[in-house]
C-alpha cells in the first residue's frame, strides 16, 4: 500500500501485490500451526466472555475466529484496509452462524470507534508493515478502557536463522527488508514494541519471546511460513529473479535434508492502558 496522506498511515502490506491464493493458504496455515498455542495464551488474558475485543489489521479474519469463540456473548471488531478480506472475515462469522463480530474499513491510526471502549487490542504481524507504529499505539490507548490490555504480536528478522544456510539466502533477506522498507515495513520491529508502547503511555509493559522452528512445524512449513512472504515482494531491480528462483529451490530441497533446521522467534508485547 501507499501513502494515504490526511486518511491513514502508509502501511507495506498490499493482497493486491501478491498472489492472493498462496498467500491466503500462508496466512490460514499460520494461524493453524499455531492455533493452540495461541489460543492457550489468550485463555490466560482471563477476558470474560461479554469482552469487546479489537482484532487490528484483522486481514480475512482467521485469528478473529479464535477471538469469537472466547467472546461467546461478547463483541469481535475486525478492522481492517482491505475491503475483499474484510468480505472473507464477515463470512466466516457468517458461516458459523455468529452475530458478534463486526468487521470495518477503516485505517489503524484512524479508528471509527469511540474512546475507551474496548476491553482488548489483538494485533498480530501488523506493526512490522506500520510506516508510523508510534501513532497506531497511541490511537490503540485511546480505544481502549481504562486497564484494557493490548497484545502485540509480531516477529524481527535478527531471529530468523536457516542452516544449511543456501548461497544467496541472505541477499533474499536483505532485498525482502529492502522491499518492505520503501512503502513504509520494518522488519526488525520485533525489539521496538516495548518502546512503541512504553511511549504511548502503557503500563505493565512487558516483551516475551515463542520460538517457531521446523522442530515444531517441520522444515517445508517453516520455509513457507517464515520465507513465503519475503520472496513475494522482491523486485527484480533489488534481486534478480533468478536469483529468487534459485534460493527458493534451495530452501524446498531442505525439506528432504535431515540435518537442516530453522528458527524464528515470535515477540509478544503485552501492556495495560492505565486506570486513570
Not at 463480530?101 to 485505517?107: H, I, R, S, T
Not at 527488508?177 to 521496538?192: E, I, T
Not at 518502546?195 to 509493559?205: M, N, P
Request: hydrophobic share 40%; with cysteine; aromatic share 8%.
Amino acid at each position: 500500500m501507499t501513502d494515504r496522506g490526511e486518511t491513514g498511515t502508509r502501511h507495506s502490506y498490499d493482497m493486491g501485490a501478491l498472489d492472493e491464493a498462496a498467500e491466503l493458504e500462508r496466512l490460514r496455515a499460520q494461524v493453524d500451526l499455531v492455533r493452540g498455542m495461541e489460543r492457550a495464551y489468550l485463555t490466560t488474558l482471563d477476558l470474560p466472555p461479554t469482552a469487546t475485543v479489537l482484532d487490528l489489521g484483522c486481514g480475512p479474519g482467521y485469528l478473529s475466529e479464535v477471538l469469537g469463540e472466547l467472546v461467546p456473548g461478547g463483541r469481535v471488531i475486525g478492522v481492517d484496509v482491505d475491503p475483499g478480506l474484510l468480505a472473507r472475515a464477515r463470512g466466516a462469522f457468517e458461516k458459523r452462524g455468529w452475530t458478534h463480530g463486526e468487521f470495518v474499513e477503516a485505517w489503524a491510526d484512524r479508528l471509527p470507534l469511540p474512546d475507551h471502549g474496548v476491553d482488548l487490542v489483538y494485533s498480530r504481524f501488523l506493526f512490522q508493515h506500520l510506516a508510523d507504529p508510534a501513532a497506531v499505539a497511541r490511537e490503540v490507548r485511546r480505544v481502549l478502557r481504562p486497564g484494557g490490555l493490548v497484545v502485540l504480536v509480531d516477529t524481527d528478522d535478527a531471529g530468523l536463522v536457516v542452516y544449511p544456510e543456501p548461497e544467496g539466502f541472505q541477499a533474499l533477506l536483505e532485498g525482502s527488508r529492502a522491499a518492505q522498507s520503501r512503502v513504509g515495513g520494518d522488519r526488525f520491529v520485533g525489539r521496538k514494541l516495548r518502546s512503541y508502547l512504553v511511549d504511548a503511555g502503557f503500563v505493565d509493559v512487558h516483551v516475551r519471546l515463542e520460538p517457531f522452528t521446523s522442530e515444531l512445524v517441520g522444515m517445508a512449513a517453516f520455509v513457507d511460513i517464515a520465507v513465503g512472504y519475503k520472496r513475494q515482494i522482491v523486485t527484480e531491480d533489488l534481486l534478480p529473479a533468478s536469483t529468487i528462483e534459485g534460493v527458493v529451490a534451495s530452501l524446498g530441497a531442505l525439506a528432504r535434508d535431515p540435518r537442516a533446521f530453522g528458527q524464528t522467534f515470535g515477540y509478544i508485547a503485552k501492556a495495560r492502558a492505565p486506570n486513570t
